[in-house]
C-alpha cells in the first residue's frame, strides 16, 4: 500500500504557476500508475493528469485534460517517492481540489478514478484576482 499526501496548493492569480507535490509512504511510487484528479462543487471528479510506470519520457505514458494541455507537466522521481504536477498559466477555472492517486495497474496510463486504489485528502487551489 501507499499512503499520498499532498501539498502545495494555495490562492494565486491568474498567470500565476503552482507545483503541486505528492510524497508516498508505504510502497515504493515505482509500482504505481499516478494520477492527479481535480473536483469542483457539483461536478464529478475528473482526471487532470496521469503517468504510467514507465519514465513518462513518450507521450504514450502521460495523460492531460485538453485544458490543461501545454500549461500542465506531471513528473515522478521514483527515488524521491514523489510525483509532480507543475502548473503553469494558471486560469480561474483551474480551481479546485486537487488529489493525488495512486493505481497498482502497471505499464498503462490510468485516467479513470475507478482505477485508482489510493488517494490523498486534497490540496485546495484557488485561482482569482
Known amino acids: 500500500q501507499v499512503h499520498p499526501v499532498e501539498s502545495g496548493g494555495g490562492l494565486v492569480q491568474p498567470g500565476a504557476s503552482l507545483r503541486l507535490s505528492c510524497a508516498a509512504s508505504?510502497?515504493?511510487?515505482?509500482?504505481?500508475?499516478l494520477g492527479w484528479f481535480r473536483q469542483v462543487p457539483m461536478r464529478k471528479r475528473e482526471a487532470i493528469s496521469c503517468i504510467s510506470t514507465r519514465d513518462g519520457d513518450s507521450d504514450s505514458d502521460t495523460y492531460y485534460e485538453d485544458s490543461v494541455k501545454g500549461r500542465f507537466t506531471i513528473s515522478r522521481d521514483n527515488a524521491k517517492n514523489m510525483v509532480y504536477l507543475d502548473m503553469l498559466n494558471l486560469k480561474p477555472e483551474d480551481t479546485g481540489v486537487y488529489f493525488c492517486a495512486a493505481s497498482r495497474l502497471s505499464g498503462i496510463v490510468v485516467i479513470a478514478d475507478w482505477g485508482y486504489d489510493f488517494w490523498g485528502q486534497g490540496t485546495q487551489v484557488t485561482v482569482s484576482s
Open positions: 508505504g510502497d515504493t511510487l515505482g509500482h504505481y500508475a
